[in-house]
């Protein structure tokens, strides 16, 4: 039987999840492959969707059924209203989100026909959610069961969500930005891929003057170093082959759906919003991670980041053995 998406129950604050991150204005373009450096060739289409992590994993939230407030911010641009709609569909609270004088961030993304893709982020306004913007919404930040980061807002921006948080903290450093060792040892779980999680590692066993071995350069040994260096839980994303958990002494492998990828833009998105929905819904990690990597699996069956989104009652994809 195939499952459908679970309704969450009612926060512990006004908001389940609050997202304090980048909101931007997808331009999507379709390719046969990938150009190599220095090449030029014809494209398919190109469609202008919302996009952004934090406007994604926000929308990913609050699709699920967890009441998603974001914080964060758009330009007075013509990129501002596409760059919103979704999060507007999606129901997120944005009352947090300030309109500021200048461009709304802008994504260019590449979509080869296999699904994979390369993207170029200018930040635009998302420069602006530093310290002070953040702290203008201390209270909703503090309210929230799960508040979730990740890294294209100024640092300053997340340590400060970092100190305001009193939930569960969920931190996707993507991209790797230079921040506070303390909001990386917050984290609970600490989200990354297999590139990122070797960066993070290393800066911490740098931090503490540690030698930023990881053994055998396994998947598990980076899950363990960071483990060993404080972090209170990761998720370790593996694309196609799911995700490992670390936390203590566990270690799991999470599987995921085998699916024919149309296109994985905001898919690690999808992940982070649907294990934030799960640990919201009172879920254990390993529980959220296993339901995150369904709904990212849905996500990659079709164009663009949030549209591909499940809502409440969609069937998901089951792994088989």
Same mark, same amino acid.
């Given at each position: 039987?195939?499952?459908?998406?679970?309704?969450?129950?009612?926060?512990?604050?006004?908001?389940?999840?609050?997202?304090?991150?980048?909101?931007?204005?997808?331009?999507?373009?379709?390719?046969?492959?990938?150009?190599?450096?220095?090449?030029?060739?014809?494209?398919?289409?190109?469609?202008?969707?919302?996009?952004?992590?934090?406007?994604?994993?926000?929308?990913?939230?609050?699709?699920?059924?967890?009441?998603?407030?974001?914080?964060?911010?758009?330009?007075?641009?013509?990129? @501002?209203? =596409?760059?919103?709609?979704?999060?507007? #569909? %999606?129901?997120?609270?944005?009352? /947090? &989100?300030?309109?500021?004088? !200048? +461009?709304?961030?802008?994504?260019?993304?590449?979509?080869?026909?296999?699904?994979?893709?390369?993207?170029?982020?200018?930040?635009?306004?998302?420069?602006?959610?530093?310290?002070?913007?953040?702290?203008?919404?201390?209270?909703?930040?503090?309210?929230?069961?799960?508040?979730?980061?990740?890294?294209?807002?100024?640092?300053?921006?997340?340590?400060?969500?970092?100190?305001?948080?009193?939930?569960?903290?969920?931190?996707?450093?993507?991209?790797?930005?230079?921040?506070?060792?303390?909001?990386?040892?917050? @984290?609970? =779980?600490?989200?990354?891929?297999?590139? #990122? %999680?070797?960066?993070?590692?290393? /800066? &911490?066993?740098?931090?503490? !003057? +540690?030698?930023?071995?990881?053994?055998?350069?396994s998947d598990e040994?980076?899950?363990?170093?960071l483990l060993a260096?404080?972090?209170?839980?990761?998720?370790?994303?593996?694309?196609?082959?799911?995700?490992?958990?670390?936390?203590?002494?566990?270690?799991?492998?999470?599987?995921?759906?085998?699916?024919?990828?149309?296109?994985?833009?905001?898919?690690?998105?999808?992940?982070?919003?649907?294990?934030?929905?799960?640990?919201?819904?009172?879920?254990?990690?390993?529980?959220?991670?296993?339901?995150?990597?369904?709904?990212?699996?849905?996500?990659?069956?079709?164009?663009?980041?949030?549209?591909?989104?499940?809502?409440?009652?969609?069937?998901?994809?089951?792994?088989?053995?």
């Open positions: 039987m195939t499952a459908t998406t679970p309704a969450a129950p009612p926060p512990d604050g006004p908001h389940a999840v609050v997202v304090v991150g980048s909101t931007n204005a997808d331009l999507l373009a379709r390719v046969g492959v990938h150009p190599a450096p220095g090449e030029t060739i014809l494209g398919e289409r190109m469609d202008v969707l919302p996009g952004g992590k934090g406007a994604n994993q926000a929308v990913a939230a609050a699709r699920l059924g967890s009441p998603t407030a974001l914080v964060g911010a758009v330009g007075d641009d013509a990129f @501002a209203e =596409p760059a919103l709609a979704g999060l507007r #569909e %999606a129901g997120v609270d944005l009352s /947090a &989100l300030a309109v500021r004088s !200048g +461009a709304t961030g802008v994504a260019l993304v590449a979509v080869a026909a296999d699904g994979e893709n390369s993207i170029v982020v200018i930040p635009g306004v998302n420069a602006t959610v530093d310290a002070d913007a953040v702290r203008a919404h201390r209270d909703v930040v503090g309210a929230a069961a799960v508040v979730v980061l990740q890294g294209e807002i100024p640092r300053s921006g997340i340590e400060e969500a970092a100190r305001a948080t009193r939930g569960r903290l969920i931190v996707n450093l993507a991209p790797v930005i230079d921040v506070d060792a303390d909001v990386l040892l917050a @984290a609970d =779980p600490l989200v990354v891929n297999e590139h #990122e %999680a070797a960066l993070v590692a290393a /800066a &911490l066993g740098a931090a503490d !003057g +540690a030698t930023p071995a990881t053994e055998d350069g040994a980076v899950v363990t170093a260096r404080g972090v209170r839980s990761v998720v370790m994303t593996l694309g196609a082959r799911g995700a490992l958990v670390g936390a203590g002494d566990l270690l799991e492998q999470v599987p995921t759906p085998c699916v024919d990828a149309v296109d994985t833009t905001g898919a690690g998105d999808a992940f982070v919003g649907a294990l934030a929905h799960g640990l919201a819904s009172g879920d254990d990690l390993v529980t959220a991670a296993r339901f995150a990597a369904r709904v990212g699996a849905y996500a990659v069956r079709s164009v663009g980041a949030q549209s591909s989104y499940p809502g409440l009652g969609d069937e998901l994809p089951e792994v088989t053995a």
